[in-house]
């Protein structure tokens, strides 16, 4: 008869872990950075139809790193979750915080009781009346939560990214001044792999960028606030911030 290995549960956890980090780290980089006119929601991604940014409800957008066929699933869930909620309730008891939990209860499920655990980190923002009552929420693939201030960077080199934002950030930015940040940010990374070379360029059509817009009902009549981008308002910004 055969002897099974004995392997301890914190060794499998470890090992879940490390696999889903490595398939994130492998994903390009987002970024989600809270501004005076709203949420700006930017990814390095050159495709134009398999988005990591996306809307799930009036004043909440999404976005992610990782499989995409995984955080996807997700997104369309987010999207029933809040359809049922409000259709159900009202629309006010939508929350960006209600969203990251079932998110979280989600995530948390899979990576304990499935065989392999989702490669996917999300990121759930809900901008506010004002910049200080916005609300981003970071889920990583193990369901924990966490409430960020300001700004917050996930996949690729997530660490240098993220420490290129709190070097700049700061509150009241335009969104021209807060999309140069951003592009900065997620440049870094080939800044630090090219040394003193040339980086590889990131433009306009390397970029997904979309926005949660503060004052949508007094702008656009509406109180849907998240809006794409499209690649030539993208680039009409980034070169009038100098940052093309």
């Keep these: 008869m055969s002897q099974q290995f004995y392997v301890s549960p914190e060794q499998i956890m470890k090992d879940r872990a490390d696999f889903a980090r490595k398939g994130i780290a492998r994903g390009r980089s987002v970024v989600v950075v809270s501004f005076a006119g709203g949420i700006a929601l930017v990814a390095e991604n050159p495709s134009p139809t398999l988005h990591k940014i996306g809307e799930i409800y009036d004043r909440i957008g999404f976005a992610a790193v990782g499989k995409y066929n995984e955080f996807e699933s997700l997104r369309q869930a987010g999207v029933r979750y809040a359809d049922v909620r409000g259709y159900s ?142 690649e030539a308002d993208v680039a009409h910004i980034l070169t009038s911030s100098g940052k093309a």
Excluded: C, N
Aim: aromatic share 8%.
């Design 89 to 230: 309730y009202d629309r006010a008891d939508v929350t960006a915080r209600g969203l990251a939990s079932v998110y979280a209860q989600s995530l948390g499920t899979v990576f304990t009781a499935e065989q392999k655990p989702f490669e996917v980190e999300l990121a759930v923002a809900e901008v506010g009346p004002t910049q200080a009552m916005d609300h981003i929420f970071r889920l990583t693939f193990d369901g924990s939560i966490a409430d960020e201030q300001g700004f917050l960077a996930m996949g690729g080199q997530a660490g240098l990214v993220q420490q290129r934002l709190a070097d700049v950030w700061g509150g009241g930015a335009d969104l021209a001044l807060t999309l140069s940040w951003a592009v900065a940010a997620l440049r870094a990374p080939r800044e630090a792999a090219a040394g003193p070379g040339q980086p590889e360029p990131l433009d306009a059509a390397s970029l997904e960028v979309a926005v949660l817009e503060r004052d949508v009902r007094e702008v656009r009549g509406t109180q849907r606030a998240f809006r794409r981008l499209p």
